[in-house]
């Protein structure tokens, strides 16, 4: 197997090609990783949420990573990894245009609204929906990709 660094343009292809990742986060010196589906657009990613565990810490501690792959077999294989900061996008006149956007990317996905929406125990009902959208900026992407042959170069 030969392991070699993605170029920026093959990890944004991956980023944008995919919609579910695993975003990292950390509180108190423990870390904690979830599933997430995302939406990606130039500079960050969008996200949708119900409040729980990793809407808590990363109020927190803005500081995330968010880890997408495709995975052929073994021997192939790419994984790229993103750094940032988490922001919320709360419901006011000052983000609502950034809300409709990642409303708007998120959507392009058959049920966009999972995992974030679901939650393991039952859920009581109220007059509002407590979701909400986040925004994570990407301060720093990086790549790695896998293939039982060495690539070429033209």
Known sequence: MFVREMTRPECIALVTA??????????DDHPYIVPIQYAFTTGRLYGFSMPGQKIDWMRDNAKVCVQIDEFADRESWKSVVIYGSYRELPDTNQTHHERLQAWSLLEKRINWWEPGGLKPAEQSVVGTSPHLFYAIEIDEMT????????ATTS
């Open 143 to 150: 790549g790695r990709a896998a293939s039982a042959e060495p």
């Open 18 to 27: 995919s919609h579910i990742g695993r975003l990292a986060c950390a509180r």
